[in-house]
């Protein structure tokens, strides 16, 4: 098994040796100052023991060499020498030593430097934490003042809205009050007006022939149904000024309980009792609006009052215009209700005959852009055999063995190769989308043209019958009673 950090190559990576029981072969690969003196000795095999010293110290004098003049021990003692030269030299001790005292200096230096650190950490963190908990109170408070603003606003056009919508349910029971049975209608408007009702879509628009009919309706009998619609318009008037009332109080209701909210937030301090964990609510987002839309919200809602407030103005200036205008001559309504339908009539049929050019214009570019289509899908077909060349011989070139997996130039280009073929792909499929989806529009826009067609020769149609039925005009004797 490795040591952690090491590499197998590192010399210390062998199995453990115990330090008291060294082998007897050197443990130290630095050259010694007594090893570069003393020639190589043979070491025995045999372990270091007490008695050996004793042993060789109590033997007699013999008549050879082996002692000096003096009487001191052999030079060379070949099995104590094996054992004291397998110990550690005192270069390895000191050395040993310093390494030590160094590792603890640095481990000193280490835990100084993250004690200085942590308590800096501490520090910054306290101060970050403080400011943003004031942070957060001095948004909360800005928060409480822009709800009281906007509470301000809304009370005030609720309080505007009340009054406008008291004072338009007495205009319309004035209308009520003012619509009786009422005898003589002017059947050939009253016919006209159910007719044009038969227009479809777009062309069903409350235009100057309408007017004019409904004025002439009110003219000729009465203002019946003048006032009548006005009592109906009067109430849908009132049906919106309910729900933006609604809205308003809604909105003012809600602006009171966040109030409540944000201020008992505001209070919250460190040594409150109602604080506590709440593990993971930071992760919960359920808020609905961003500042930027909830402004938006309550000021929709007070230009939504006051787009209410005007219309009930103008109906309310309408209803009393009617009630003091209730006749006028009936010839000049007439002739200007003939000219509206002419200019109608010529309008229809001028829109009727542009719509036509232009659904032509919409059928030569259909025809255009299926073409678009073909050659686009064509090109895309072509592609598919470069990129899989490409593909092919990159799929080829990984089988090259060792070395020769080389990313030369060829290697280079065909990638390159692939990646431009691949965003030529895309391209002309991202085109050809397009073009599909052009052809969506175009073939929309040619039923939208053709539905459109289709209702204004609906429109000339109605019109025209209705001028045919105002080919005849009573009498002024007639209309003045006279038989």
């Known amino acids: 098994m490795e040591f952690l950090g090491t590499t197998q190559l590192a010399?210390?990576?062998?199995?453990?040796?115990?330090?008291?029981?060294?082998?007897?072969?050197?443990?130290?690969?630095?050259?010694?100052?007594y090893q570069s003196c003393c020639p190589p000795v043979s070491r025995s095999l045999t372990s270091w023991r007490p008695g050996l010293l004793r042993n060789v110290v109590s033997l007699p004098p013999s008549p050879d060499k082996s002692?000096?003049?003096?009487?001191?021990?052999?030079?060379?003692?070949?099995?104590?020498?094996?054992?004291?030269?397998?110990?550690?030299?005192?270069?390895?001790?000191?050395?040993?030593?310093?390494?030590?005292l160094k590792g603890s200096e640095t481990s000193r230096h280490c835990a100084g430097r993250m004690n200085a650190d942590s308590s800096r950490l501490m520090q910054d963190k306290d101060q970050l934490t403080h400011q943003m908990q004031e942070d957060s109170?001095?948004?909360?408070?800005?928060?409480?003042?822009?709800?009281?603003?906007?509470?301000?606003?809304?009370?005030?056009?609720?309080?505007?809205?009340?009054?406008?919508?008291?004072?338009?349910?007495?205009?319309?029971k004035r209308l009520e009050c003012a619509v009786d049975e009422m005898q003589g209608p002017l059947k050939v408007a009253l016919e006209c007006l159910y007719n044009r009702e038969n227009r479809k879509g777009i062309d069903l628009v409350h235009d100057d022939v309408e007017?004019?009919?409904?004025?002439?309706?009110?003219?000729?009998?009465?203002?019946?149904?003048?006032?009548?619609?006005?009592?109906?318009?009067?109430?849908?008037?009132?049906?919106?000024?309910?729900?933006?009332?609604?809205?308003?109080?809604?909105?003012?209701?809600?602006?009171?309980?966040?109030?409540?909210?944000?201020?008992?937030?505001?209070?919250?301090?460190?040594?409150?009792?109602?604080?506590?964990?709440?593990?993971?609510?930071?992760?919960?987002?359920?808020?609905?609006?961003?500042?930027?839309?909830?402004?938006?919200?309550?000021?929709?809602?007070?230009?939504?009052?006051?787009?209410?407030?005007?219309?009930s103005v103008k109906l309310r200036e309408d209803a009393e215009a009617?009630?003091?205008?209730?006749?006028?001559?009936?010839?000049?309504?007439?002739?200007?209700?003939?000219?509206?339908?002419?200019?109608?009539?010529?309008?229809?049929?001028?829109?009727?005959?542009k719509l036509q050019a232009q659904l032509a214009k919409i059928l030569q570019e259909i025809f255009q852009t299926e073409d678009t289509i073909m050659l686009l899908e064509r090109c895309i077909k072509a592609k598919e055999y470069p990129l899989k060349v490409a593909q092919t011989r990159l799929e080829g070139r990984t089988k090259r063995p060792n070395v020769e997996l080389c990313r030369d130039a060829p290697q280079y280009q065909l990638v390159t190769e692939v990646y431009t073929i691949d965003d030529t792909l895309q391209s002309l499929k991202q085109r050809l989308q397009e073009a599909h989806d052009t052809l969506q529009m175009l073939v929309l826009n040619k039923s939208k043209l053709e539905h459109d067609i289709a209702v204004k020769t609906n429109s000339f149609f109605i019109d025209k019958k209705c001028m045919d039925m105002r080919k005849v005009f009573p009498s002024t004797p007639r209309l003045v009673g006279y038989t």
């Open 11 to 33: 010399s210390y990576c062998g199995p453990r040796k115990s330090c008291l029981f060294p082998d007897l072969v050197a443990t130290t690969t630095t050259k010694d100052t």
């Open 67 to 100: 002692f000096s003049s003096s009487g001191r021990l052999p030079t060379i003692l070949p099995e104590l020498r094996s054992s004291l030269h397998a110990r550690y030299s005192s270069r390895d001790w000191h050395h040993a030593n310093m390494v030590q």
């Open 137 to 172: 109170k001095r948004n909360l408070k800005e928060r409480i003042s822009h709800i009281d603003f906007w509470r301000s606003e809304i009370f005030y056009e609720l309080e505007q809205l009340l009054k406008e919508t008291q004072a338009l349910e007495t205009a319309k």
């Open 211 to 311: 007017k004019n009919l409904m004025k002439e309706v009110d003219v000729f009998k009465d203002c019946q149904e003048l006032l009548t619609k006005l009592a109906q318009n009067i109430g849908q008037q009132l049906c919106i000024n309910r729900d933006a009332q609604h809205a308003l109080e809604q909105d003012l209701s809600d602006k009171t309980s966040a109030h409540v909210i944000d201020e008992k937030c505001y209070d919250l301090r460190n040594t409150s009792d109602s604080i506590a964990f709440y593990h993971g609510i930071e992760k919960i987002d359920g808020t609905v609006s961003v500042p930027a839309t909830w402004a938006k919200f309550s000021q929709d809602n007070i230009r939504n009052s006051q787009h209410a407030r005007a219309n």
């Open 322 to 353: 009617a009630l003091e205008n209730t006749s006028e001559e009936m010839w000049n309504q007439f002739i200007s209700t003939n000219l509206a339908f002419n200019k109608r009539m010529a309008e229809v049929a001028d829109m009727k005959n």
